[in-house]
């Protein structure tokens, strides 16, 4: 008997201890961050939070139920440090900041420069409960702007930027970078980070500033150190492997042809890496064409000529990309870690700093095999000058 009462005992505990919820947090005694903002004052740090009134909760003024997020209202700090400024951005606020739903960090190029980014990363990642997923971005002007923004696509400015980056995903004009990747680059050898950039731009009808992603911050180390425009930043993704479907639209035999990419991939080898190091990046990129403004239907003997233009636009765009990054002394593409698999001791007995000593002097070969599909695709019928725009054959 007494050995079935203590296993009913412990039946009961483990219940109990199974089902209990020790941290359990209320979200209405919370203050909820949407968005942070990171600027400079007078070469001291200020910081911009966008607060957010959680679901279902209730305002001070009257007390009703609400079913939706309003738009976040803007508090600020400052101090002579992040960690100050953040302490002072609390005090702010009637409740406890809770970081735990925040969408978007965004730096101002001051900021990105400064020796605060570092300690602001990684006072982010001290806080309670930081949000590592929260998308960066870094913008030339100020970061408290992009917070105070028209907000079009969601209900709070972190919710419209996150929204905006998935767009240019596609497109690949701009890269999704968030804490845990940027974290990931600065700690990895041979390759630096990558930011979205963000602008405001006015909006004349309303009169009022929306927000635009294009183009990257890049940094070395924790120092953003210059910027790559929408298609720069496109043949670094491509350079890199990441995924997106952007369409090219050229010119070929006198017409206009446009095709949409449906995967590509990159593999960066090393072919020497003695005196000057020399790598060959092997391309491969598929895609469908989507118009052609032709006449004639594009034939399957028509598709070598088509795929090799389509190498050469890629081939001139990682190009253009790598220059750049030279330029800026940065690799942000992964050149030296490609060198560091396959030599690791001789990339760190070699390059004091890969980034000046051996990445700008750095030779690099780029083969692209272009495939297409979606032949016979034409915007007008045979002997014909109305535009259709309706597919006759596909092979």
């Known amino acids: 008997m007494q050995k079935y ?13 199974a089902t209990g919820c020790w941290n ?26 966008e607060v957010i009134l959680p679901p279902n ?61 570092s300690s602001g990363l990684d006072r982010i990642t001290r806080m309670d409960l930081a949000r590592r997923t929260g998308v960066m971005y870094v913008s030339a002007g100020q970061a408290s702007d992009i917070l105070s923004a028209k907000v079009v696509l ?29 974290l990931f680059d600065v700690s990895t050898p041979g390759i630096e980070p990558m930011v979205s950039r963000v602008e405001t731009q006015s909006n004349e009808v309303e009169r009022n500033a929306l927000v635009k992603v294009e183009g990257s911050g890049v940094f070395r180390g ?7 425009d929408g298609p720069e930043t496109r043949g670094v993704l491509w350079l890199r492997g990441k995924t997106g479907h952007p369409t090219l639209l050229f010119q070929w035999k006198g017409n206009q042809v446009q095709v949409r990419t449906r995967d590509i991939n990159a593999r960066i080898v090393p ?22 403004t032709g006449h004639k239907p594009v034939e399957q003997d028509d598709l070598p000529s088509l795929q090799q233009e389509v190498g050469k636009i890629i081939e001139k765009t990682v190009n253009h990309s790598i220059a750049r990054a030279q330029e800026l002394q940065t690799d ?9 698999r396959k030599e690791p001791n001789y990339f760190w007995t070699q390059y004091h700093d890969w980034n000046t000593d051996g990445f700008p002097q750095a030779k690099i070969q780029i083969q692209v095999d272009a495939s297409i599909i979606g032949g016979g695709l034409a915007s007008h019928s045979p002997g014909e000058g109305v535009n259709h725009n309706r597919q006759i054959r596909v092979q």
């Open 271 to 292: 072919i020497r890496i003695q005196k000057e190091p020399v790598f060959l990046v092997r391309i491969h990129w598929h895609g469908r064409l989507i118009m052609y």
């Open 332 to 340: 942000v593409i992964g050149f030296g870690n490609a060198l560091y």
């Open 24 to 49: 359990y947090r209320d979200l209405d005694g919370e203050a909820l961050v949407g968005c942070l903002g990171y600027d400079l004052d007078s070469q001291k740090p200020v910081i911009t939070a």
């Open 222 to 228: 924790h120092q953003l150190v210059g910027w790559l």
């Open 5 to 17: 009462w203590f296993v009913s005992v412990c039946v009961v505990i483990s219940s109990l201890l």
């Open 57 to 117: 909760g209730k305002t001070q003024e009257s007390g009703r139920d609400v079913t939706t997020p309003k738009k976040g209202e803007l508090v600020q700090g400052r101090g002579r440090s992040v960690y100050e400024a953040i302490d002072n951005l609390s005090e702010g606020v009637s409740k406890p900041l809770q970081l735990a739903l925040n969408n978007a960090y965004v730096f101002s190029e001051s900021f990105a420069r400064s020796n605060f980014f």
């Open 154 to 182: 969601a209900d709070n400015i972190g919710t419209e930027l996150k929204g905006i980056s998935e767009q240019t995903k596609a497109e690949q004009l701009s890269i999704r970078e968030d804490l845990n990747d940027f």
